[in-house]
């Protein structure tokens, strides 16, 4: 019997209809279209309008996506990780909720939360189920909804996140496609320099954390970025030369959009050339756990079956890493 590998069978994806662009952006804060590309890469984001929605819609949005796409029936997934920042509310599971909602009757579910590493935390997870044989179906989805921790007078966070989803599902494989390795990293120095301050246990909500603005993300933007680049960047290199892989091997690289700066510098890590590198951070900006199954969504025409995939996060935490999987099946499956 041939060993049993974790491989992206089918993906999906859902970003709302609002666009809000650099231009619009210049009435809110004092900013401009040139400077936020030039720092970022990013033109314009998603932002789910609705307040009576949250991240669970998004995510639901991005695996009825998948499942229509594929024909795929939502009662064989058994298990749902939903990857969030943004979870609609605390103690009650958003992943949970999503399963019910689509129809994945005998899923067990649950949140998985990392920061920006959400979604590649979750893939290394699914991949462990897959593995041992003991599910044959799973579902993982990232999704959040980013304007609702964003304090839209703060010109150094605004700029930078959006709203959206995206989804995979695992199945197991035994050509060798699939997930091949992984370098996953955490770091706690990290847990003030990207963070929400209020809402949590260590400050639980109150007048006055409202009134101080403390329930919105704040970041130490140099120092963020410096981890990043740095850390993203070694991660990749590291996975490559684990797995023998020279830069010719390497197909793409999918990588956080969180600063089109730091994809930038881990892709010169690796050597790879732009056509390499995919990015869709100029239409979407950081969409946190979203970022990487929306690239898959986007590009998913692109990728060939064998085709060798670097992925790449970095996140608050800090938490940051690596995967390299093989890509396992053309776009026309028929």
């Not at 990588?255 to 010169?268: E, F, G, M, P, S």
Request: aromatic fraction near 8%; include cysteine; proline fraction near 3%.
């Amino acid at each position: 019997m041939n060993k049993i590998s974790a491989a992206i069978t089918a993906v999906g994806s859902y970003v709302p209809d609002h666009i809000l662009t650099n231009k619009m952006l210049e009435n809110m804060v004092e900013t401009n279209d040139e400077w936020i590309t030039t720092r970022t890469g990013i033109k314009e984001r998603r932002i789910l309008n609705d307040p009576d929605k949250g991240s669970s819609y998004l995510g639901i949005q991005a695996a009825k996506n998948l499942i229509e796409k594929n024909n795929i029936d939502p009662a064989e997934i058994d298990l749902l990780i939903f990857a969030t920042a943004t979870p609609d509310m605390p103690v009650a599971s958003t992943g949970a909720y999503t399963a019910s909602e689509i129809g994945a009757v005998n899923a067990f579910s649950y949140d998985l939360q990392a920061a920006c590493s959400s979604f590649l935390y979750g893939m290394s997870t699914a991949a462990s189920y897959i593995e041992s044989g003991r599910y044959k179906k799973v579902l993982v989805i990232g999704a959040d909804k980013m304007s609702s921790i964003i304090d839209y007078t703060d010109r150094a966070t605004c700029i930078i996140f959006g709203d959206g989803a995206g989804a995979v599902l695992f199945e197991p494989n035994e050509e060798g496609f699939g997930l091949q390795d992984e370098f996953l990293r955490s770091d706690g120095v990290g847990r003030n320099f990207l963070k929400i301050d209020a809402g949590g246990s260590l400050l639980p909500a109150s007048e006055e954390t409202v009134a101080n603005r403390q329930h919105y993300v704040h970041q130490d933007g140099k120092t963020v970025f410096k981890f990043a680049v740095s850390n993203m960047a070694e991660v990749s290199a590291k996975i490559m030369e684990r797995n023998n892989l020279m830069e010719t091997d390497v197909d793409w690289l999918i990588a956080h959009q969180a600063n089109k700066r730091i994809i930038d510098a881990t892709a010169k890590r690796m050597g790879l050339p732009d056509h390499k590198v995919l990015m869709n951070i100029h239409r979407y900006g950081n969409t946190t756990s979203a970022t990487l199954p929306l690239l898959l969504s986007d590009y998913e025409e692109k990728l060939k079956k064998g085709d060798n995939i670097v992925f790449a996060s970095f996140g608050g935490g800090f938490t940051w890493g690596s995967i390299y999987l093989k890509w396992a099946y053309d776009t026309n499956k028929s």
